[in-house]
């Protein structure tokens, strides 16, 4: 069986500051793993992808995300919160053969100005 | 392009009535997914549909139904309304089933059950 856990349903930062969300997977085969963002009132947005071609991936706006399989983690960072990147977060993980992929319960990213 | 369009965007229904919501896919996409998605948490997997044929269901009661048509649109039903079905409903479409490629999410509806 698959699954992610998020650590934290909010996070609170300061703008500027860095971003740092957390991610660990259970699987029993390599995963896929993902991170998509919700802003309101609208669907997710994939922002970058894990396939084993890399262990530091980087996706769009400036996060990045590192897959470290001793710790079964795949964090989300970002060296410097904007005010636009507060939304929800949401990990997400597949294998191979399943290709359906199992979301976290989301983690609300607040940013102060 | 267009993106994934759901409708309604909002819906109210009372308890024991029927829904249908509506998803059309990005242009070239044969791939449907329905997802639910409760406040507060992430999306669950109700459906996937590939090329009109049912490729994977999630763990939801036989209430819920779908079906995608010949230009690959889809529709999700659902009978006999609970309030725990209050919810938004997510539909996401990819070029095929079989790879994982991401998914691109409509907006979703909306869907409130009193």
């Known amino acids: 069986a698959q699954s992610v856990t998020q650590l934290g349903s909010h996070v609170s930062v300061s703008e500027g500051a860095l971003v740092l969300l957390r991610c660990n997977y259970s699987?029993?085969?390599?995963?896929?793993l993902f991170w998509y963002v919700q802003y309101p009132n609208q669907g997710l947005q994939l922002l970058l992808k894990?396939?084993?071609?890399?262990?530091l991936v980087k996706g769009i706006n400036g996060f990045e995300a590192e897959f470290k399989k001793s710790e079964t983690s795949f964090h989300l960072t970002k060296p410097s919160a904007h005010m636009s990147d507060a939304a929800e977060y949401f990990c997400?993980?597949?294998?191979?053969?399943?290709?359906?992929?199992?979301f976290g319960r989301g983690t609300s990213l607040i940013v102060h100005p | 392009d267009a993106g994934v369009t759901q409708s309604p965007t909002h819906l109210i229904k009372t308890r024991g009535q029927h829904v249908t919501l509506r998803c059309s896919p990005i242009s070239g996409h044969k791939s449907v997914s329905w997802y639910q998605q409760v406040l507060g948490q992430g999306p669950q997997f109700i459906f996937q549909?590939?090329?009109?044929?049912?490729?994977g269901r999630g763990n939801f009661p036989d209430r819920f139904s779908a079906r995608q048509f010949p230009n690959y649109s889809s529709e999700l039903n659902v009978n006999a309304l609970l309030l725990g079905d209050s919810a938004l409903y997510l539909c996401a479409s990819r070029l095929n089933a079989a790879t994982n490629e991401k998914l691109f999410f409509g907006s979703g509806t909306q869907l409130s059950v009193l």
């Open positions: 997400a993980v597949a294998v191979g053969g399943s290709y359906i992929p199992t």
């Open positions: 894990y396939t084993s071609a890399a262990t």
């Open positions: 549909y590939y090329e009109k044929e049912e490729r």
């Open positions: 699987s029993s085969v390599p995963p896929y």
